[in-house]
């Protein structure tokens, strides 16, 4: 997997450029530009979950080059390698695995609120170190719905799930599907916790219907009638007035 290449040009006047596109600053000055389009270029590694490399050239021609990864922050490039090819996170990523371990274990001793509290504490963890985009962030949050389903909250498990199918379809990955399966799943198990049965269920109609193309054609215009049509049963119950 090549790692693509960002350029970065600085003005002394406080402006600076990424790949051509002006990044403003909040404040003028050399320093600060720097501190701005860096701050891009970070962001810009996050949403592609790898590595990018770092053409910048200053005011006076001077051209410096660094890696600026995801995970471990701005490298020399002699320091920085290719990530493992998971951009999905399937795989537990180190960082979290004791933490993850300790949630199963929880489960596993019938302590559903433990796990619950570390499910909550190890997203927390993620949003801060990565950005509240990233994938460990939505394997967290699914990590979180199983939790609220061991607990007996099928519905918040199901607006989690949908929370981190939303996610993972805006990062253009393939996880969007497994997430988007087990939202429809626990909807299935909701009760109309707080009259919330419908509800989920056009929220699961509407990211059904934005990630179509991703799902896969013919599985996902069958998982979405079937959902409208138990809307539509619902409302006959009289769950909705």
């Excluded at 402006?15 to 051509?20: M, Y």
């Excluded at 795989?91 to 371990?101: I, R």
């Excluded at 199901?158 to 939303?166: F, K, P």
């Excluded at 379809?169 to 399966?181: F, H, K, N, P, V």
Aim: with cysteine; net charge negative; glycine share 10%.
């Amino acid at each position: 997997m090549s790692t693509p290449l960002v350029t970065i040009a600085l003005a002394s006047d406080g402006r600076s450029w990424v790949d051509g596109t002006e990044v403003q600053a909040t404040e003028g000055g050399l320093d600060q530009a720097r501190a701005a389009a860096m701050g891009h270029v970070a962001q810009i590694a996050r949403q592609r979950r790898g590595p990018v490399r770092v053409e910048a050239t200053d005011p006076d021609g001077a051209v410096w080059r660094v890696v600026v990864d995801p995970e471990r922050g701005i490298l020399e490039p002699g320091e920085a390698r290719e990530l493992p090819d998971d951009p999905d996170a399937n795989a537990v990523a180190a960082a979290y695995a004791q933490g993850v371990a300790a949630v199963n274990q929880a489960l596993a001793d019938g302590l559903e609120l433990v796990a619950t509290r570390r499910a909550c504490e190890l997203e927390a963890e993620a949003i801060a170190q990565h950005g509240s985009d990233h994938p460990y962030v939505w394997r967290t949050r699914e990590l979180r719905a199983h939790t609220a389903y061991r607990v007996g909250m099928a519905g918040m498990a199901c607006e989690l799930y949908l929370e981190a199918a939303r996610g993972w379809r805006e990062l253009g990955s393939d996880a969007y599907w497994g997430a988007i399966q087990r939202a429809y799943a626990m909807w299935h198990h909701t009760q109309d916790e707080e009259g919330r049965t419908v509800w989920l269920g056009e929220q699961l109609v509407d990211e059904l219907r934005l990630g179509a193309s991703r799902a896969g054609g013919g599985k996902s215009a069958g998982t979405l009638r079937a959902v409208l049509r138990r809307i539509d049963e619902l409302r006959m119950e009289g769950f909705v007035i």
